[in-house]
C-alpha cells in the first residue's frame, strides 16, 4: 500500500465515522440520541488526553483542571457576566489554554512518575480553589445555566443549546474538529516528534529536536482540546461544579483511552462509549457496576494492553492512525 | 489563643499525620524502590486495613485494648494475604510494566472499594481506642492515644530499619533495589523478593490504618487522601530511602499544619499543594534520593 | 446489603406477614384520612387504565451519600407499598424504578434522561445531595419532567432552578438554619462562632445564620471554614476565641466522629455550648466510641430520632413500616442507624405526588397532564399532620416551590436526643426570593 493509499482510507474512514455520527441522530430513539451527545463531548476530552498520553507517552493525572478550566471559564462568564454561549466558549478554551501553558512550564520538567504526582498535585489545588472561590463558583453545588444564558443568536438564526438537536450537533461538531485536529497532529511533524519522545527521548533529543518545545505544545493542545470539552459540558448540559475538577475526573480519560486504544484517533470514542454503555447496561441491574469497571481494567490489561482498536492495528490494520 | 501555644498544637497535630504518613508511604516506598511500580491501589489496602479492624474490634467485648491488639496482629496479616494473592494473579503477568500496573492497579482500587461498600457498608464506624487518656496542656487539652501513635510509629519505622540494615533479608531487598538482573545472577529470588515486598508495602498500609482508626473512622472511601499523601513523600523523600520517606512525612505533616496556622484552612491546603508540587519539579529526584535511572 | 442486590423495580421485598398485616390495617385509616385531607378530591379510577404510574427515584446506591441513600430507598419502598395497598394512585398503582447516580451530577444528569426518555416514568424523586439535584435539574426542566428532590438545599428556593423542581416534603436549610436562631441566642448564648466544611452547603449555614443571629442581637465571632478533604481537625480549635459562648458546627461527611472526639480532647470538661446540625450525625451511632463528648450538647433535629412519650401516632405508624425501632436504628440491625431527619421527605414528598395527580385529574405521561401536576402542586398551600405527612404540619409556597415545617431543638442525654423545643413554622419564614410560576411550562 502507498502512503497516498493509506491518506485516502485514514481520510475516508475519519470522514466515514463523522458521517455515520451524523446520521445516527436521524436513526437513534431519543435516549440514545441524548446519551451519545454526552459521550462525544466527553470523547472530545479523551481525544485531549490521549494526544498527551497516548502519543507522547505523558501519562498526567490532573486533566481534569484542563477541563475545569473550560467549564468555569464558560461557566462563569455566561453566568456572572451574561456572556453569550460562543463568548463564553471562547472564554473556556483561552483559560484552558493559558492554565495548560502555565502547567506546562512547571510539570514538564519531570518525567515519568513526577510528572504523573505534580500534574494530579496541580489540580488537586485547581479542585481546592474551586471550593475557595465559592462565593462565584457555588463550590462543589456549583451553578446552572438557564435556558437563557444558553441561547444565542447566529446569522440571525436563534439558537438554543438545551434543545436536544442544537446539543446533538454542537456536541458533534465539537467532537469532528477534536478528532481532525487529533489527526492533523499526529499525521504532522508534529506529531512524529511527540512519538519519537515517547519511544525515547534522549535520542530525539541527540537528533536535534527540540523536545521541551514540542512536549510543550502537546500539552498545550491536549489541555485546551480538554477545556474545549468541559466549556460544552458547562454550555450543553447546563451546569458547572467541582466535581468535575476532582480526581476522578482526570481517572476517567485515562480509562476511556486506555480501553479505546491509548496511541489512537479514533480509541477515545470507543472507549467512552463503551464504558458509557457498559455503565449504563449494568447499573440496571447492580449497583455494583465498580466492580464490574475494576475487573475489566484489569482483564483489559492482561488480555489486551493496547486497547479494542491497538488491539486491531497490531492484528489487521496496520494502517490505522 | 496566644501564637506559642497555637504552634505547638499545629506541631503536635503534624506530628501525628508525620507518623501514620510516614508507615503509609514506607510502604508504597518499598514497593516503588524495590520493584519499580506505582501501586495505585495501596491508599485502598490502608481502607482494608481499617475496616478489617473495625470488623475484628467490635465484636471482641470486655477492655478495648483486647480487640485492638487483636486488630493490629490479624488485619494486615489478612490484608497483606490479599495484596499477595493480587501479585501473584495479576503483576506477575504483567510482569510488572510501569504503565500496566497503574492502570491494573486502578482496576484494583475499583474492585477493593466496591467490595467494602458491599460487604461493610457506606457508614463512618469508629474504634474504641485501646486507652482513653487526655494530656492537659496548660492552654488545651490533648489526646494521650495520638501521642502513643507517634510513639508506636517510630518503634516501626526503627524495627524496619534494623530488618533492611541488619538482616539477609534487608540485603537481599536492597541488592534487588539496586540492580535486579545482578542480585538475580548472584542467586538472590528476585520472584519472591516482589511478592514478599508487596505484601509487606501493603501491610505497612494496613498497619497504619488501624492505628489511625480509634481517631479516625473506618469508611469505604478513606483511601484516596492517604494515597495522595503518600505519593508525595516517596516522591519527595526519593526512592526507596527510608530517612526520606521520615523526613518527607515529618515535612508534609508539619507544613501543611504550620501554614494553616496563618492562612485560612481552604487556601493553606492550595498553597501547600502547590509548594509540594514545586519541591518535586525542581527535585525531582527528591530530597534524598539519587536520581532515577 | 441484600437491597443492593434487587433488581431495580422495587417490589415490596423483606417485608413480613405480621408487618403487611398491620400495614394494611393502618393504611387504610392513611387512605380515609387522605382523602379528607385533599378537598375537592375526584376519583377518576374508573376511566383510567390500570397501566401502573412510574416514578423513577433517583438513588446515591454509591458514592459519598450511599449512607443516606440506603435510608431514603427503605422509606420510598414503604410508602409505595403503603399507597400500593390503599388503591395507589387514581387507581392505578405505583411502580418504582430506581437508578443510581453515584451521587455524581454528571450521572445524575444521565439518570434524569434514562428515567424521561427510555422508562418513560411520569415524575422523578428522591435526590438528596445538592451537587446532584443543580447537575441533574437542567436536564429535568428541558425535558418537562416534574422533578421532586428531598435535598433540604436552599437551591429551589433561591430561585436558581427552574419550573418543574420541587421541594415539598422537607424544609430547605435557609428556613432551618432562621428558626433556630431565636433559641440558640436565648438559651445558649449569643457569641457565636462557626465551624462549617468549606462548601456550599457549609457557606448557606454561615451566610443565613450569621445574619439570623445578628437579628437576635447577638453575633458570629469568628467563621471557621474547613477544607472538605480534611480528616484532622485539632489544628482549627485554636481558632475559637476564648470568649465564644456558643460553637455552632455542621460537619458533614465520615470526618465528623474525628471533629467530635477531638473537640472534646482539646476542651475537655470545661467548654463553651455546643450546638450543632444532626447532618453530621445522620446514620452514626450517638454511643460511637469517641462521641461521649456531645453529652449536654445541642442539636437541630429535622424529625426527632429517638421516640419521645409526646410522639403522634403518625410518627409511630411511619417507623413501624419503614422498619424503624424507637432509637432510631433499624428494626433488623440496632447497629443500622436511620437518617431519621431526612427520611421522612421520601415518604412526605411521595404523598403529595399523589394528591396532586389526583387534583390535576393525571391520566398520562404528556406535557399536557406534567403540566396539570405541576400548576396542582403549586396550588397547594398546606398539609396537614396526619399518616401521610408524620413529620407534622407544613405550608407550601407555590411560588418558590418550597415548605415549611416545624424543627426540633435536642440536647444528648445519655447518648440518647431527647426534644426541648420545636419551633413554629412562622419562625422558619423568610421573603420569597423568586416566583417559579411566570416561568413557561
Not at chain 1, 210 to 233: N, P, W
Not at chain 1, 258 to 284: C, E, K, Q, R
Not at chain 2, 26 to 54: D, K, P, Q, T, Y
Not at chain 3, 320 to 341: C, F, K, R
Amino acid at each position: 500500500m502507498t502512503p497516498a493509499d493509506t491518506t485516502k482510507r485514514v481520510l475516508m474512514l475519519h470522514a466515514g465515522v463523522i458521517a455515520a455520527l451524523f446520521l445516527a441522530q436521524f436513526v437513534l430513539p431519543e435516549y440514545h440520541h441524548g446519551v451519545l451527545a454526552r459521550v462525544m463531548v466527553l470523547a472530545a476530552y479523551a481525544t485531549g488526553y490521549t494526544l498527551l498520553f497516548g502519543y507522547t507517552g505523558l501519562l498526567s493525572l490532573g486533566h481534569a483542571m484542563f477541563f475545569a478550566a473550560g467549564l468555569y471559564g464558560a461557566g462563569l462568564t455566561v453566568y456572572h457576566l451574561g456572556w453569550s454561549p460562543p463568548a463564553g466558549f471562547g472564554a473556556g478554551i483561552a483559560a484552558g489554554l493559558v492554565l495548560s501553558v502555565m502547567v506546562g512550564f512547571v510539570a514538564l520538567r519531570t518525567t515519568g512518575v513526577a510528572f504523573m504526582i505534580v500534574t494530579m498535585m496541580l489540580a488537586q489545588a485547581v479542585y481546592l480553589a474551586s471550593l475557595y472561590f465559592g462565593e462565584w463558583t457555588r463550590g462543589d453545588e456549583g451553578i446552572v445555566l438557564t435556558q437563557a444564558m444558553r441561547t444565542f443568536e447566529i446569522a440571525g438564526a436563534t439558537i438554543d443549546l438545551s434543545l436536544p438537536d442544537e446539543r446533538f450537533n454542537a456536541a458533534l461538531i465539537l467532537y469532528a474538529c477534536s478528532l481532525l485536529i487529533c489527526l492533523a497532529v499526529v499525521r504532522a511533524p508534529l506529531g512524529r516528534v511527540m512519538v519519537a519522545i515517547r519511544e525515547n527521548e534522549d535520542r530525539t533529543r541527540m537528533l536535534g529536536y527540540d523536545t521541551f518545545q514540542a512536549k510543550l505544545m502537546a500539552l498545550a493542545l491536549s489541555g485546551t482540546l480538554s477545556a474545549a470539552a468541559g466549556a460544552s459540558y458547562a454550555l450543553l448540559f447546563g451546569y458547572a461544579g467541582s466535581t468535575f475538577a476532582s480526581i476522578h475526573y482526570s481517572i476517567y480519560p485515562l480509562l476511556w483511552v486506555l480501553l479505546g486504544g491509548a496511541a489512537t484517533t479514533l480509541g477515545p470514542l470507543i472507549g467512552t462509549l463503551a464504558i458509557t454503555y457498559m455503565i449504563d447496561v449494568t447499573s440496571g441491574f447492580t449497583s455494583a457496576y465498580l466492580l464490574l469497571v475494576g475487573v475489566m481494567l484489569v482483564l483489559l490489561v492482561l488480555w489486551s494492553p493496547n486497547g479494542l482498536l491497538g488491539a486491531l492495528r497490531d492484528r489487521k490494520l496496520a494502517w490505522l492512525p | 489563643m496566644d501564637f506559642g501555644p497555637y504552634l505547638l498544637l499545629a506541631s503536635l497535630e503534624g506530628l501525628v499525620t508525620a507518623a501514620v504518613l510516614s508507615l503509609t508511604a514506607l510502604g508504597l516506598s518499598l514497593v516503588f524502590g524495590v520493584m519499580r511500580i506505582v501501586n495505585v491501589a495501596h491508599g485502598e489496602f490502608f481502607m482494608l486495613g481499617a475496616v478489617l479492624a473495625w470488623a475484628i474490634a467490635t465484636p471482641i467485648a470486655g477492655n478495648p485494648a483486647l480487640g485492638f491488639a487483636l486488630a493490629m496482629v490479624c488485619s494486615p496479616l489478612v490484608v497483606g494475604a490479599m495484596a499477595l494473592l493480587s501479585e501473584r494473579l495479576v503483576l506477575r503477568r504483567l510482569k510488572y510494566e510501569p504503565e500496566a500496573t497503574i492502570v491494573a492497579t486502578i482496576g484494583m482500587l475499583y474492585i477493593i472499594q466496591q467490595l467494602a461498600l458491599t460487604f461493610y457498608g457506606p457508614d463512618a464506624r469508629a474504634v474504641q481506642a485501646p486507652f482513653d487518656w487526655r494530656i492537659q496542656f496548660p492552654w488545651f487539652g490533648y489526646s494521650g492515644y495520638k501521642l502513643s501513635v507517634v510513639g508506636a510509629s517510630i518503634t516501626l519505622m526503627l524495627l524496619t530499619w534494623l530488618v533492611l540494615a541488619r538482616t539477609r533479608i534487608g540485603l537481599m531487598l536492597r541488592a534487588t533495589q539496586y540492580d535486579g538482573e545482578t542480585a538475580q545472577a548472584f542467586g538472590i529470588p528476585i520472584d519472591r523478593v516482589y511478592c514478599g515486598v508487596f505484601a509487606v508495602g501493603a501491610m505497612l498500609a494496613a498497619v497504619a490504618a488501624v492505628l489511625i482508626v480509634p481517631i479516625q473512622q473506618a469508611h469505604y472511601l478513606m483511601g484516596l487522601d492517604p494515597l495522595l499523601l503518600s505519593f508525595i513523600v516517596v516522591i519527595i523523600g526519593g526512592l526507596g530511602s527510608l530517612k526520606g520517606t521520615v523526613v518527607a512525612a515529618v515535612v508534609i505533616g508539619m507544613s501543611d499544619g504550620i501554614i494553616s496556622v496563618f492562612f485560612s484552612p481552604t487556601l493553606a491546603k492550595i498553597l501547600a499543594t502547590l509548594l509540594v508540587a514545586m519541591v518535586l519539579v525542581y527535585r525531582p529526584q527528591g530530597l534524598f534520593g539519587k536520581a532515577v535511572r | 446489603m441484600d437491597e443492593r442486590k434487587t433488581p431495580n423495580t422495587a417490589t415490596t421485598n423483606g417485608l413480613t406477614r405480621r408487618t403487611a398485616l398491620k400495614g394494611l390495617g393502618a393504611a387504610a385509616g392513611a387512605a380515609a384520612i387522605g382523602t379528607q385531607a385533599a378537598p375537592g378530591f375526584v376519583r377518576y379510577a374508573q376511566a383510567q387504565s390500570s397501566e401502573p404510574i412510574k416514578i423513577g427515584f433517583q438513588a446515591h446506591r454509591t458514592g459519598i451519600g450511599a449512607a443516606y441513600g440506603r435510608w431514603y430507598e427503605r422509606t420510598t419502598e414503604a410508602a409505595v407499598r403503603l399507597i400500593n395497598e390503599a388503591g395507589g394512585i387514581n387507581g392505578r398503582p405505583i411502580e418504582l424504578i430506581v437508578e443510581d447516580d453515584g451521587t455524581d451530577p454528571r450521572r445524575g444528569a444521565e439518570v434524569v434522561e434514562r428515567f424521561a426518555t427510555q422508562h418513560r416514568v411520569d415524575v422523578v424523586f428522591g435526590t438528596l445531595f445538592s451537587h446532584v439535584v443543580m447537575g441533574s435539574a437542567p436536564r429535568a426542566g428541558e425535558l418537562k419532567m416534574p422533578y421532586f428532590c428531598v435535598s433540604e438545599g436552599h437551591h429551589v428556593a433561591s430561585g436558581v432552578l427552574n419550573r418543574y423542581i420541587f421541594q415539598p416534603g422537607i424544609t430547605d436549610v435557609k428556613s432551618q438554619v432562621i428558626s433556630m436562631a431565636p433559641w440558640v441566642a436565648e438559651n445558649l448564648g449569643k457569641k457565636v462562632t462557626m465551624i462549617f466544611p468549606d462548601y456550599a452547603f457549609g457557606h448557606d449555614h454561615r451566610d443565613f445564620f450569621s445574619e439570623a443571629i445578628a437579628a437576635q442581637g447577638g453575633e458570629a465571632l469568628e467563621l471557621i471554614a474547613i477544607p472538605p478533604t480534611e480528616s484532622s481537625f485539632t489544628r482549627y480549635f485554636p481558632r475559637i476565641p476564648s470568649e465564644t459562648e456558643v460553637i455552632y458546627h455542621v460537619m458533614v461527611g465520615p470526618g465528623v466522629l474525628t471533629f467530635v472526639s477531638e473537640m472534646g480532647q482539646f476542651y475537655g470538661a470545661n467548654r463553651p455550648q455546643i450546638f450543632g446540625f444532626i447532618d453530621s450525625l445522620e446514620a452514626v451511632d450517638l454511643a460511637s466510641p469517641g462521641l461521649e463528648f456531645l453529652e449536654g450538647t445541642y442539636f437541630w433535629e429535622g424529625f426527632p430520632r429517638y421516640a419521645m412519650p409526646e410522639a403522634t401516632e403518625y410518627d409511630t405508624f411511619f417507623r413501624e413500616q419503614v422498619g424503624v425501632n424507637a432509637d432510631g436504628a433499624s428494626i433488623d440491625d440496632p447497629q443500622d442507624i436511620s437518617t431519621y431527619s431526612h427520611m421522612f421527605g421520601c415518604w412526605e414528598t411521595l404523598y403529595i405526588i399523589k394528591q396532586a395527580m389526583e387534583a390535576s385529574g393525571y391520566s398520562s405521561a404528556t406535557d399536557a397532564d406534567k403540566a396539570g401536576l405541576i400548576e396542582a402542586v403549586e396550588a397547594m398551600t398546606e398539609f396537614p399532620e396526619g399518616f401521610e405527612h408524620p413529620q407534622g404540619r407544613k405550608t407550601f409556597d407555590g411560588k418558590t416551590h418550597q415548605c415549611f415545617g416545624h424543627q426540633y431543638i435536642s440536647v444528648v442525654e445519655d447518648s440518647r436526643l431527647n426534644v426541648v423545643h420545636k419551633t413554629s413554622i412562622e419562625d422558619g419564614l423568610y421573603e420569597p426570593e423568586v416566583d417559579y410560576t411566570t416561568q413557561p411550562l
